[in-house]
């Protein structure tokens, strides 16, 4: 007799997503540094969601001509009950744009904006659904509490990276938010992937950044020279892998998303305290000053 052909069912298993938030100080150029990644990501073949995460919701604006779109709460005090999809709009090659949006000024947290978001998409099994590689959260780094948290806190991305420039309040900044990552990591929180160090030019503004991330047991993934591309571009309403395809600036980011895309293991940093970081930055504060005066021969070496 003979046997009975067998079906054998083979259960594909779901794709990893890669998830990524990027903090930064507000003014640092963190949504032009997401973007022109998520841009560059894209351009390699991945599928790619942008997530604003700022009140302002222009995280994604570059990415659509200038063009502003709904943002989840908006939806949600509309109607009540909002198919997350309704949320979401095409930009370059393809990236999916989502902003969270923030709540009627004057009224409630803008980080329960991120809250709610999220839950929304998750809940809906968007990420799945869109078969993304990459959702990348631009988020305001100014505060790490709250909702602004949420990404870190509940390992909703597994790696962090931060914008920072050789400026105090810029490095005040990503040191907070070390201290964020390094409270949450026992917790299964997100890790820190590194430091891209934007806007940096002159020789003294990559040593003080190099000795940052150094006292802090941290690294730089990729300087990112002040240009006037950028600038052109924006105007224009575009990243400048869009606008200047061509340009040293685009490869400058299209360099970043490949180093990101080869990223592995990311790190509990080991942030400085506020006597130590006040003492830290009078320190540079006055090489650079003696440099200045000619009193010294260059302000670029380290400490």
């Not at 790490?144 to 597994?158: K, W």
């Not at 606008?243 to 592995?264: C, M, N, T």
Request: proline share 4%; net charge neutral.
């Amino acid at each position: 007799m003979a046997g009975r052909k067998t079906t054998v069912k083979i259960v594909k298993a779901p794709k990893k997503i890669k998830q990524m938030a990027i903090y930064g100080k507000g003014g640092i150029g963190k949504s032009t540094t997401t973007s022109n990644l998520s841009a560059a990501l894209s351009d390699l073949g991945y599928k790619v969601m942008q997530f604003g995460c700022d009140p302002k919701a222009d995280s994604t604006n570059t990415l659509r001509n200038g063009a502003d779109i709904p943002t989840i709460l908006d939806l949600l005090r509309e109607k009540g009950r909002v198919d997350a999809r309704d949320a979401i709009r095409e930009g370059y090659n393809g990236i999916y744009c989502v902003e969270a949006g923030g709540p009627s000024p004057g009224v409630g947290c803008a980080g329960r904006g991120i809250i709610t978001a999220v839950q929304l998409l998750k809940q809906q099994n968007v990420f799945e659904d869109l078969d993304l590689d990459y959702v990348i959260y631009d988020v305001l780094g100014d505060v790490v509490c709250g909702g602004f948290a949420v990404p870190i806190r509940e390992g909703i991305a597994q790696h962090v990276f931060t914008v920072s420039s050789s400026d105090f309040m810029a490095i005040y900044a990503a040191n907070n938010l070390f201290k964020g990552i390094r409270k949450y990591s026992d917790a299964g929180g997100a890790l820190l992937g590194g430091l891209i160090a934007n806007g940096v030019s002159s020789g003294y503004q990559r040593s003080v950044v190099d000795d940052f991330v150094l006292q802090t047991g941290t690294g730089v993934i990729q300087y990112v020279p002040r240009s006037v591309t950028v600038t052109m571009s924006e105007l224009s309403g575009r990243t400048t892998i869009e606008a200047a395809p061509e340009s040293d600036q685009a490869e400058v980011y299209r360099e970043l998303a490949r180093r990101i895309e080869k990223h592995g293991e990311s790190k509990t940093p080991n942030p400085m305290e506020p006597p130590e970081l006040r003492k830290w930055a009078a320190k540079w504060s006055e090489r650079i000053l003696a440099a200045e005066r000619g009193e010294i021969e260059s302000a670029g070496a380290g400490i």
